[in-house]
């Protein structure tokens, strides 16, 4: 009952987290063309980019830790030389960038007047990083009402500021943008407040702490970029192949189909925790456990899959501007990707736990260079939808890879009758 009150929690959270494309979408198609979404969509694919070099995918290291340390002192000096980690990739990135703007902007689709705006992404990374990074404390600890107020109010203020700035000033893109920029200051300031009330800040930086996450994290460096190469470089590839408007159309139906991304994320918020505590001291009785668990996610998921499927033609004919209706398209193939993500994620939490993070190396070597492919070939012969076919096609793959070897390095990992059986049935 706890485990199902706190799924419900994480999914209602996940759906109103999600609110400021869902909310704001019928509206904003209203107010913005589709290429002012394609520009926003690239900002979006960029900072995503961003995220791994800046932060090292460091703070990962934390998570881990925290269900091995048992000293909480010498855990927040941990937690606060991880945090130094993304300060200086940002500085020297964002120096880099600003002095070879004139050279990227053409390349990088954007508007040769937008230097400041590009400059942005590199605080919005950071800010990103220590946001996500109270939001993912919240979740190991099991602090669920935390978490809850800490998202929504978050997703409250960023819609305000959007209707605000887009909608009241006639702002176009850049309002959508300034309002991502005002709400990451604003809850950056309220994570750190969280941060030292929760003793995690120390002047004592441990350079060996920060050693070990750098260690831990380089190899996930790819594994975050192999990610973003299915989840976003999609848009790079419609917006050079075929155009920018196309870009603004396919990103409204991918964010549609990643409704699917949510549920998945809102199980694995509560899977991570479960599994490691088990893992921690496994016993035969915890290993049925864990294999029910996984099972119970992978049919939560897929009733996700189904019912948003059966949702989304009524919500692009009732509430979208008739400028975005070829997005629909584009919902079942996506959200059929993060179906099989989803499953990725309830398996690569062994990974983690047991360290070993180089196995995402070479999984991340094979993501992108398969999706690269596979988007180049199929947007060439499918167009935008094409986009589609390879997100769900790489999806499955890393899955695939995933699901071998969690069952070659884990001998227990073996579904059995048993599993399928109600508790308290013979």
């Given at each position: ?40 969509a ?5 900072v ?46 964002g ?19 937008a230097l400041?705006?590009?400059?942005s ?17 919240q ?9 809850a ?8 203020v ?20 300034l ?18 009330r ?9 350079w ?18 192999g990610?973003f ?20 159309i ?22 991570s ?15 049925q ?47 059929l ?11 690569s ?10 196995y995402?190396?070479?999984l991340?070597?094979v ?5 690269i ?5 199929f ?15 790489s999806f499955l ?5 995933m ?7 884990l ?8 599993d ?7």
């Amino acid at each position: 009952m706890k485990h199902l009150r706190s799924f419900s929690i994480y999914t209602f959270v996940g759906f109103f987290g999600a609110g400021i494309n869902f909310l704001l979408m019928p509206v904003l198609s209203h107010y913005l063309s589709p290429i002012d979404y394609g520009i926003i969509a690239l900002i979006n694919t960029y900072v995503t980019i961003l995220l791994p070099l800046v932060g090292i995918e460091a703070k990962g290291y934390c998570t881990v830790q925290y269900f091995h340390m048992e000293d909480k002192s010498e855990f927040a000096r941990l937690f606060s030389s991880v945090a130094l980690i993304p300060v200086l990739p940002t500085l020297l990135l964002g120096t880099l960038f600003f002095f070879l703007f004139p050279v990227l902007a053409g390349p990088l689709e954007l508007p040769k007047d937008a230097l400041w705006w590009g400059l942005s992404m590199f605080p919005l990374a950071i800010m990103s990083i220590y946001t996500d990074t109270a939001s993912g404390y919240q979740i190991i600890t099991k602090n669920a009402s935390y978490y809850a107020v800490y998202v929504i109010s978050k997703v409250l203020v960023e819609v305000g500021l959007t209707l605000l700035f887009v909608v009241h000033y006639g702002m176009g893109w850049q309002g959508r943008i300034l309002s991502w920029i005002v709400t990451l200051v604003l809850y950056t300031i309220v994570a750190f407040i969280y941060f030292q009330r929760e003793k995690l800040l120390s002047f004592r930086v441990n350079w060996k702490h920060a050693h070990a996450a750098l260690l831990f994290g380089a190899p996930l460096i790819f594994h975050t970029l192999g990610k973003f190469v299915v989840n976003q470089s999609d848009r790079l590839f419609i917006s050079k192949m075929v155009s920018l408007d196309e870009t603004g159309i396919y990103s409204v139906g991918y964010t549609i189909g990643s409704v699917m991304l949510i549920g998945a994320t809102a199980f694995a918020n509560i899977s991570s925790p479960f599994i490691m505590e088990r893992l921690k001291t496994l016993t035969v009785h915890k290993e049925q456990q864990i294999r029910r668990f996984t099972l119970v996610g992978i049919a939560a998921m897929l009733g996700i899959l189904l019912v948003m499927n059966l949702a989304s033609p009524f919500f692009f004919k009732y509430f979208m501007d008739p400028r975005y209706a070829e997005g629909a398209g584009y919902v079942f193939w996506v959200s059929l990707g993060y179906w099989f993500w989803g499953v990725y994620m309830l398996l690569s939490v062994y990974v983690y736990y047991y360290k070993k993070t180089k196995y995402l190396v070479w999984l991340a070597i094979v993501n992108i260079l398969t999706n690269i492919g596979f988007n180049y070939l199929f947007i060439g012969w499918y167009g935008g939808i094409g986009a589609a076919y390879a997100t769900a096609l790489s999806f499955l793959i890393n899955l695939i890879l995933m699901w071998i070897k969690v069952y070659n390095m884990l001998p227990w990992f073996r579904f059995r009758a048993s599993d399928f059986r109600l508790p308290g049935r013979p």
